[in-house]
């Protein structure tokens, strides 16, 4: 069974940019979830899809939005960069999307740079 | 606020050496789960504790969940080199089991 894929693993970018990040689920799992990975505030939840809707959602401001396909497939899009968007990316799918127990299995994440 | 404090934050041990890691909370939670994270990669779940005062046993790992489901701890036995990177906590609060709440995590590094 194919684990979660994220592209693209690394880019650069300069502040101002634009920048989409995708996630492709385990196959059969309807939710997906983004997080930013950063040294000092380690994992802060950005928002969570399910079945193409968003269900929760961080506290991140607009400038980080996201969306979710009928394949279930997952973009995360973040305008205007800034320095301190730099960090690593994650995507998470899970089966039951957010049940008390819930298993989250991890892509390898997109490491974004901004200069 | 961190609702779910780990400690140490940072750990380096020789091979074979024990160790326990703490992940607290003032908060109770329906249950909270492990992940060890390697460097390039994406987190990997360990374990899901549920009941209060459960003990789950992975080879070398032992994770154990609080009487009151507050806290939890990972000992590792007999540490190897593989076991280096990240170990994260997170747990789903008792009071909003829709969102995981994630420790900062310990960051361990087993030397040969």
């Known amino acids: 069974k194919a684990g979660v894929t994220q592209t693209p693993r690394y880019l650069i970018k300069t502040r101002g940019q634009q920048v989409t990040l995708s996630c492709s689920p385990i196959?059969?799992?309807?939710?997906v979830s983004w997080y930013q990975q950063t040294p000092g505030q380690g994992l802060q939840f950005l928002f969570e899809y399910f079945s193409e809707t968003q269900r929760n959602k961080g506290n991140f401001p607009g400038r980080f939005s996201g969306r979710q396909f009928s394949n279930s497939r997952s973009e995360m899009n973040v305008s205007t960069l800034e320095l301190g968007d730099s960090a690593l990316y994650l995507c998470a799918s899970s089966a039951s999307g957010g049940a008390d127990t819930g298993e989250l299995f991890f892509g390898e994440g997109s490491r974004l740079t901004v200069l | 606020t961190q609702l779910l404090e780990q400690s140490p934050q940072f750990l380096s041990i020789q091979e074979g050496e024990n160790l326990t890691v703490y992940c607290n909370s003032s908060s109770v939670f329906s249950s909270l789960q492990w992940y060890r994270q390697e460097p390039g990669e994406g987190p990997v779940l360990l374990v899901t504790?549920?009941?209060g005062g459960e003990v789950k046993k992975l080879k070398r790992l032992t994770f154990q969940f609080g009487d009151a489901r507050k806290d939890s701890s990972l000992h590792i036995t007999a540490a190897q080199t593989g076991d280096t990177g990240l170990y994260l906590c997170?747990?789903?609060?008792?009071?909003?089991?829709?969102?995981?709440?994630w420790g900062l995590g310990t960051s361990l590094a087993v030397n040969p």
């Open positions: 997170a747990g789903y609060h008792a009071g909003n089991n829709r969102k995981l709440i």
């Open positions: 196959s059969g799992h309807r939710s």
């Open positions: 504790v549920v009941t």
